[in-house]
C-alpha cells in the first residue's frame, strides 16, 4: 500500500508517555483518512459522557493519502475531538503546509490524550518526537507569533506549526487552531481541547520521499486535474473568492442580516466582494499544492496604502464566512474594521463564524437588557454601549472574547448557546430565543428562513449547524426545489443523503471543496484514490465506507445525547426565531420556517439513511454498515429492525 504514510503517533501527556505503531491496511483502507479516522478513533477512545476539556477527551490529528502529492488542493489535515461547543462529535479542516509535512514526517494520525504538567508544545522532526515546555517562551503569545518563533527557533522557516493563540489557551469555546497564519481549523472548538492539554502548538518537518502505487498513471491524471481546477469550474474563487456571496445572497434575501432578523440589507455593497476587491484587496495567495489562490488578503489601508487612522498596517485572509459573521449580522459596514476583527480572530485563535454571529447575539442582547453596559466593562470605546453597527465596539468586544478580560468577554467565550442560559429571561422575553445556533454550533451565512432544504441539511450536520456537510444550500439556491416550501420531502431527502455521503469522503480523502467540481462522480475519485493507494477501490465501495463513516458518527452523538437525558431528534431543530419570527424586508420579506414541514423532512432524510423516526440507525443498516457490535455498546436503545 502506497500513498499513507501509516506512521501512527500517542502521546499521553500526563507522564509524557511516547508511542509510535503502523496503521494497519485494513484501517487505511475502511476508514480513508482525515474524518473518518477521527470518527473511528473518537467512538473507539473518548469515554462516554468525557468532560470534552478534560483529559480523557482524545485530541487527535489526522490526514489521508493524498498530502505531498500534486493532487490538486490535498495538502489538508483534519483535528477532531469530542467538542466542547457542542458536546458531540467535533472536527475542523485546513489547509497550508501541515498536511504535506506530515506525510514527510511519516505521519498520519497523531494522538494526544491527558495533559501536560506545563505549557508546552510537540515537534515532530521526522521519526524524532518531543514534547518541548515552553511557558516562559511561547505561552500566553498569539499564534501568528508562536509560528515565528517555533521556526526561528530551530532556524528553518518550512517548518509547519499549527497553534493555538490565547483564545485556546484560555480555553474559551470557540477557540480555533491557526496555521501558516492566514489557515485555521475553524469549527467545533478545537483550540480550546488543545489548550486543555497545555499545548499551545504542535510543529512538523519530514524529509521523508511521498510515493504512489501507480505512478505514471498519477502524473498524467493529477496534471488533468491540476488543468481542469484552473478552468472555469473555480474561476469565482480565483476572481472575487468567496465574498462573491455578498450580493449574490442578498440579491435573493439569504444574507444572514442583524443577527439573523432577516436575510437583506441595504448597506451590502459596502462590504460586498466587489468592493472588497476594488478598496481592500492587495494580495491573492494559495495553500500548498492549490492551483486555485482562493486566499484574498485585505488591507486596513486599502489598496491606496494610506495609512489607517486606528488600524494601520493591518492584513488579513478575508473570506464570506467571515464578513458575514462580522459585517452583517452585526450591521458593520466598516470593511477595515472586519479586516481588523478578522485579524484578532486569527492571531488570538477564534472562529469567525461562531465569534460574528456571537457578537452579533451580544448586540441584540444588549438592546434587549440581557447585557448590560456594566459587564463590557470601563473601555472607553463602550461609552455608547454596544450598538448595532459600531464597528470599533465590534472589533473590542472581538478582542475581550479572545482574552476573557472582561465579564462580557467571560460568559460571551463560551458561545451563545451558554450565554443564553447566564442570561436567562428578562421582561423582554428569553435570551435563547434569538441564539442562532444549532447543537450550540452558530449558523454559517446563509439565512435558513429564506432556504427550506438547506435548514434541514444544516440542522442534521453530525458536528453542528455546517453549510459544508451536505451542500443542502446549492439545492435552493440552483432552484432544484422551492425553497419556501417542503414538498418533495423523499426527493429532497434523497439529495441530502447523497450530499452527506460525498461529502463525508471528500473530508476525508482530503481535498478542498472548492474543486469538487472538476470530478465527474465518486468513481473518479475512486480511481484516483487506487492510482495513489493501490488499494482496489470503486464508487461502491465509497459509497459504503462512507455510510459506515456517517452511521459510526450519528452512534456517537445518541450514545453523548442518552447520557444527558437529550432526545436526538430535537437537536436537528432549528432556533425559535426561524419558525416564529418572519424577515423583515428584502426579497424573502415575512418567509419563515414551517416547522411542520422541516420535520417532515428531517424524517424523511433519517428513512434514506436507513434510520427510524427518531434518528436511530436500523439493524439492518448497521448490518449492512458492519458496525452492529458499536451500537449494541449504547445500553437502554431498543434498535428498530
Known amino acids: 500500500m502506497e500513498g499513507y504514510a501509516r506512521g501512527a503517533i500517542r502521546i499521553d501527556l500526563t507522564p509524557g508517555k511516547i508511542e509510535k505503531s503502523q496503521l494497519s491496511e485494513e484501517f487505511c483502507h475502511n476508514w480513508i483518512g482525515g474524518y473518518g479516522f477521527i470518527t473511528k478513533i473518537l467512538w473507539d477512545e473518548c469515554p462516554a459522557g468525557c468532560d470534552p476539556l478534560g483529559p480523557d477527551n482524545p485530541f487527535i490529528v489526522a490526514t489521508g493519502p493524498f498530502p505531498g502529492t500534486i493532487i490538486p488542493t490535498s495538502s489538508k489535515y ?19 503546509s501541515i498536511g504535506a509535512q506530515m506525510a514527510r514526517a511519516g505521519i498520519n494520525l497523531l494522538i494526544l490524550k491527558g495533559k ?59 477557540a480555533c487552531i491557526t496555521n501558516d497564519r492566514n ?3 475553524g469549527r467545533t472548538g478545537m483550540g480550546a481541547v488543545m489548550g486543555s492539554k497545555n499545548i499551545c502548538a504542535i510543529a512538523f518537518r519530514g524529509t521523508k520521499p511521498i510515493t504512489v502505487a501507480k505512478p505514471k498513471e498519477f502524473m498524467v491524471k493529477a496534471k488533468e486535474l491540476i488543468k481542469i481546477a484552473n478552468g472555469k469550474e473555480t474561476i469565482k474563487y480565483r476572481d472575487l473568492g468567496t465574498p462573491v456571496n455578498v450580493m449574490a445572497f442578498n440579491e435573493i434575501g439569504c444574507l444572514p ?81 472586519i479586516i481588523k476583527a478578522i485579524e484578532l480572530c486569527d492571531r488570538y485563535c477564534i472562529d469567525t463564524m461562531s465569534g460574528g454571529v456571537t457578537v452579533g447575539y451580544a ?46 468577554g467571560k460568559i460571551l467565550a463560551k458561545g451563545t448557546r ?42 442534521v450536520s453530525l458536528r453542528g449547524c455546517c453549510h459544508l456537510r451536505n451542500g443542502s444550500y446549492s439545492l435552493d439556491i440552483k432552484k432544484k426545489y422551492n425553497r419556501n416550501s417542503w414538498d418533495k420531502e423523499n426527493e429532497r431527502a434523497k439529495d441530502l443523503y447523497k450530499g452527506d455521503l460525498e461529502m463525508a469522503l ?30 482496489p477501490t470503486d464508487d461502491k465501495f465509497l459509497y459504503k465506507r462512507a455510510a459506515a463513516i456517517m452511521n459510526l458518527g450519528k452512534l456517537f452523538n445518541i450514545r453523548e445525547c442518552l447520557i444527558e437525558g437529550v432526545e436526538p431528534i430535537t437537536e436537528d431543530e432549528l432556533p425559535k426565531r426561524c419558525y416564529e419570527e418572519g424577515n423583515l424586508d428584502g426579497p424573502t420579506k415575512g418567509w419563515k420556517i414551517d416547522r411542520e414541514g422541516h420535520l417532515r423532512l ?8 436507513g434510520w427510524d423516526e427518531r434518528g436511530f440507525p436500523k439493524k439492518s443498516k448497521l448490518a449492512e454498515l458492519g458496525i452492529t457490535d458499536y451500537a449494541e455498546k449504547i445500553k437502554g436503545v431498543q434498535w428498530s429492525e
Open 257 to 337: 442580516t442583524k443577527n439573523f432578523q432577516t436575510g437583506y440589507w441595504d448597506k451590502a455593497d459596502l462590504i460586498s466582494g466587489e468592493t472588497m476587491k476594488e478598496k481592500w484587496v492587495v494580495r491573492k495567495a494559495a495553500c500548498s499544492q492549490c492551483p486555485i489562490a482562493c486566499d484574498h488578503l485585505c488591507s486596513t489601508d486599502g489598496v491606496s496604502g494610506k495609512a489607517h487612522p486606528k488600524w494601520p498596517g493591518v492584513i488579513s485572509s478575508v473570506d464570506y464566512e467571515s464578513i458575514y459573521a462580522l459585517g452583517s449580522v452585526c450591521l458593520v459596514d466598516d470593511f477595515a474594521a
Open 363 to 408: 448586540m441584540e442582547a444588549y438592546e434587549k437588557g440581557f447585557l448590560t453596559k456594566k459587564m463590557l466593562g470601563d473601555n472607553p470605546v463602550y461609552k455608547n454601549g454596544l450598538r448595532w453597527g459600531d464597528g470599533e465596539a465590534m472589533v473590542q468586544l472581538v478582542e475581550d472574547i479572545c482574552l476573557q478580560t472582561t465579564e462580557a
Open 418 to 459: 451558554e450565554a443564553a442560559k447566564f442570561f436567562g429571561k428578562n421582561e423582554k422575553g428569553n435570551a435563547k430565543d434569538f441564539s442562532m445556533e444549532i447543537k450550540g454550533l452558530a449558523i454559517p451565512g446563509y439565512e435558513l428562513k429564506a432556504l427550506s432544504t438547506a435548514a434541514a441539511g444544516f440542522a
Open 602 to 609: 428531517i424524517k424523511a432524510y433519517y428513512k434514506a439513511h
Open 506 to 535: 471528500i473530508d476525508s480523502y482530503i481535498v478542498c471543496k472548492f474543486t469538487r467540481g472538476i470530478y465527474k462522480n465518486v468513481q473518479e475519485q475512486a480511481e484516483v484514490f487506487e492510482m495513489v493507494t493501490g488499494l
Open 78 to 96: 483534519c483535528v477532531g475531538a469530542k467538542s466542547p461547543l457542542t458536546r458531540r462529535i467535533g472536527f475542523g479542516i485546513s489547509s497550508g
Open 116 to 174: 501536560a504538567p506545563e505549557p508546552s508544545f510537540i515537534f515532530v522532526d521526522d521519526d524524532n518526537v518531543q514534547i518541548i515546555p515552553c511557558k516562559d517562551t511561547l505561552w500566553d503569545k498569539d499564534a501568528w507569533t508562536i509560528e515565528e518563533e517555533i521556526r526561528n527557533m530551530f532556524s528553518d522557516p518550512r517548518i509547519a506549526v499549527m497553534a493555538t493563540g490565547q483564545a485556546g489557551q484560555r480555553m474559551g469555546y470557540m
Open 183 to 185: 489557515r485555521q481549523v
